[in-house]
């Protein structure tokens, strides 16, 4: 008798999503089935670091997210079945095209788990998801003395997040596996012309032509599949992470019409609201309580450790202090996220010491937020009342300041009929992707 042949495994098509923001570059990878893996790099804003660098932690993020894919997807038969797929598919990769490759049955194995959520029709055309419309501005071309090397930042307890540092960045190569569709939204990308500068080097990593299958956006892009899923007409996403930006959409023929925009404007004009913005104006403030002879606080404590000083006349320097061994872009990026990190600060003032003036910081960075969303919810593009508002980012995330965003809202009469906040943005973009709804 002879031995039973090991079943042989059913490859479902791929899916890979990247939400790119101003502290670090987060990958997922998911099928029919769910969330196969995750990867990390670090900042990919292609506003502060260049091309070349956000490039560089783009493909890093995914070759890590790679390394962590099943076994199962990695075995080397499902690996040279999957090459197979997909060079006969050359990017039409389908459950039904799946089960006929190479004499496999099309009802072998199982099935994968049927769609809980509408799947997002992902397009370069104007009426879909796409980078907004905004005037050209010139490509943005590397440094060379801005080139990547990745190294920890301090002894920040977060691994996955670094720096951008010397000296080279990796040469691009090719992705050892190919995705059926690919969704990158990424701080920085802020006209068509960002857009076009990425996707050269994309799509050779992915093999991948840039159009419907690999898709170019602002990182806020992806905070917006709520909106077709629960029967909303309209939509805004806000995003206050690193930075800040605002998005109003529209909903025609299942598809997600871009409305308008604000913010997105880098820490030098804006980015209210933001991680950076918060940082900032707690260091205004402590600043100027010093100069007042206001009484101190446990915010001016914990600002002076964050940056190592023990009285506040000498915060100012240590501020504008860069390290003189960077590379002039490389450290001033470097002080953006140290002020960034500072909201962290902000937040434990507000929440465990109960400090009013850190309250009061955070209270403005609020406002300033929602005085930036408002002109977006005028009733002519969006009507709040049968709107979706979808947050994302890590200052929305936490309670204390999502809660003061939106009373913000509500003091100038804008409530939404749904309130989402997106935790996991990447992972959102990939399941809506692969058609696997929520886990």
């Given amino acids: 008798m002879s031995p039973t042949a090991a079943p042989t495994p059913v490859l479902h098509p791929l899916h890979l999503c990247i939400d790119g923001g ?4 987060s990958c997922c990878i998911a099928s029919p089935a769910g969330i196969l893996a995750r990867g990390y790099a670090g900042t990919s804003n292609i ?4 091309l070349a660098n956000c490039v560089a932690a783009l493909i890093l ?3 890590r997210a790679i390394a962590g894919l099943p076994k199962h997807c990695m075995a080397s038969t499902a690996w040279d079945d999957l090459e197979r797929v997909n060079d006969r598919g050359a990017g039409h990769i389908s459950r039904q095209s799946l089960g006929t490759v190479d004499g496999h049955p099309k009802d072998a194995g199982p099935a994968p788990p049927p769609n809980r959520t509408n799947s997002l029709t992902v397009s370069t055309a104007a009426t879909a998801l796409s980078t907004p419309p905004r005037t050209p501005s010139p490509p943005k071309t590397p440094d060379p003395a801005d080139t990547l090397r990745l190294s920890p930042l301090g002894s920040d307890p977060h691994p996955h997040l670094w720096v951008v540092d010397r000296p080279s960045a990796p040469s691009i190569t090719r992705s050892p596996v190919r995705f059926a569709s690919v969704w990158v939204g990424l701080a920085g990308v802020d006209a068509p012309s960002d857009a076009l500068a990425l996707s050269g080097p994309l799509a050779q990593f992915f093999d991948i032509p840039y159009g419907p299958r690999l898709v170019i956006q602002n990182d806020a892009a992806l905070l917006a599949a709520p909106i077709l899923t629960n029967g909303s007409t309209a939509g805004l996403t806000v995003v206050a992470g690193t930075g800040s930006v605002c998005l109003a959409w529209g909903v025609e023929g299942g598809q ?3 409305l308008g925009r604000r913010g997105g404007t880098g820490f030098l004009l804006g980015d209210e609201g933001s991680a950076f913005y918060i940082g900032r104006c707690a260091l205004r403030a402590v600043v100027e ?3 007042s002879g206001a009484p101190e606080t ?11 000083v023990q009285t506040t006349d000498g915060l100012l320097a240590k501020v504008y202090e860069l390290d003189e061994r960077k590379s002039a872009s490389v450290a001033a990026n470097q ?3 140290a002020i960034a990190e500072l909201s962290r600060a902000v937040v434990k003032c507000a929440t465990e010491y109960d400090c009013e003036r850190a309250k009061g910081v955070l209270r403005l960075s609020a406002r300033d937020l929602a005085h930036q969303a408002l002109p977006l919810v005028d009733g002519r593009r969006i009507a709040a009342a049968r709107a979706t508002l979808c947050l994302g980012g890590g200052m929305l995330g936490l309670p204390i300041y999502r809660e003061m965003f939106l009373a913000a809202l509500e003091e100038k009469g804008c409530t939404f009929a749904r309130v989402e906040y997106i935790a996991d943005a990447a992972g959102r973009g990939a399941r809506t992707l692969a058609g696997c709804g929520e886990a």
């Fill in 22 to 25: 101003g502290t670090k570059t």
């Fill in 47 to 50: 506003a502060e670091v260049g």
């Fill in 61 to 63: 993020a995914t070759e």
């Fill in 256 to 258: 997600l019409r871009y």
């Fill in 289 to 291: 309580d010093f100069d």
């Fill in 298 to 308: 446990a915010l001016h404590a914990l600002v002076r450790d964050k940056f190592g």
């Fill in 335 to 337: 002080r953006k996220l």
